[in-house]
């Protein structure tokens, strides 16, 4: 099961950066947050992912709190083709992936 | 690197008839493939963890016998709908664990499923 919560949707203005959070207050020591973006009606994209400490990388910038109970995903200059939705997803002990609800960004020009 | 192909992007079936989907890894093995539902404006939701060369795993409340899961081998599963009714119209996303950290899972282009 989903162990995140999400915003339903957000807006960003074209330019801007994207803050999008996440809560995951029941994570354990050993869980992964990864962050995954679905653009219509195609396959989910690998963003990034961390595990205590803040990563960066070409696409984004993760930044998770000390307790690790909540994480907020950046997009420093959104543009309108990153409109998608998404997910925050932590990695349970098992090998699945859950997807929760996510989070429709919407990029206003 | 670490590229999932799925097959066919889209199909149009009659009701009672059986569709197979297939989800290859191109350039890596996958011992471990996943298969995800999703209705619109819903997230994806996993039916089934396919492992190579043993039975799959279904998920509570998914019918193992209307969805056929074979993964017989390294890169490649297969999810064969039967007896589709128009409730099983859905878009259907394979993943394919990598092995490696990064990134654990890359997915399908997803395959639209419609029963008329």
């Known amino acids: 099961d989903a162990k995140t919560t999400q915003p339903t949707s957000m807006d960003c203005a074209e330019g801007r950066a994207a803050n999008l959070p996440c809560n995951h207050s029941?994570?354990?020591?050993?869980?992964?947050v990864y962050w995954y973006r679905q653009i219509h009606s195609q396959g989910p994209q690998y963003i990034i992912h961390g595990l205590k400490n803040n990563e960066t990388n070409e696409m984004a910038s993760l930044i998770i709190t000390e307790d690790r109970k909540s994480s907020t995903l950046i997009l420093p200059h959104a543009t309108l083709r990153d409109t998608a939705v998404y997910y925050c997803i932590v990695k349970d002990t098992g090998n699945q992936f859950y997807f929760g609800t996510g989070t429709s960004l919407t990029v206003i020009p | 690197g670490a590229v999932v192909s799925q097959h066919p992007s889209w199909v149009i079936c009659k009701s009672g008839t059986s569709v197979k989907i297939e989800c290859r890894s191109l350039d890596f093995q996958a011992t471990t493939m996943f298969w995800y539902r999703q209705f619109p404006k819903q997230s994806l939701m996993l039916m089934a963890t396919?492992?190579?060369?043993?039975?799959?795993?279904?998920e509570q409340g998914v019918e193992k016998d209307k969805f056929l899961i074979n993964h017989a081998s390294l890169t490649l599963s297969t999810l064969t709908v039967t007896s589709a009714h128009p409730e099983d119209s859905s878009f259907y996303i394979c993943s394919a664990s990598t092995g490696a950290e990064k990134p654990f899972y890359t997915f399908g282009s997803g395959t639209r499923l419609t029963v008329v």
């Open positions: 396919s492992n190579e060369g043993s039975k799959a795993t279904y």
């Open positions: 029941t994570i354990s020591g050993n869980e992964y």
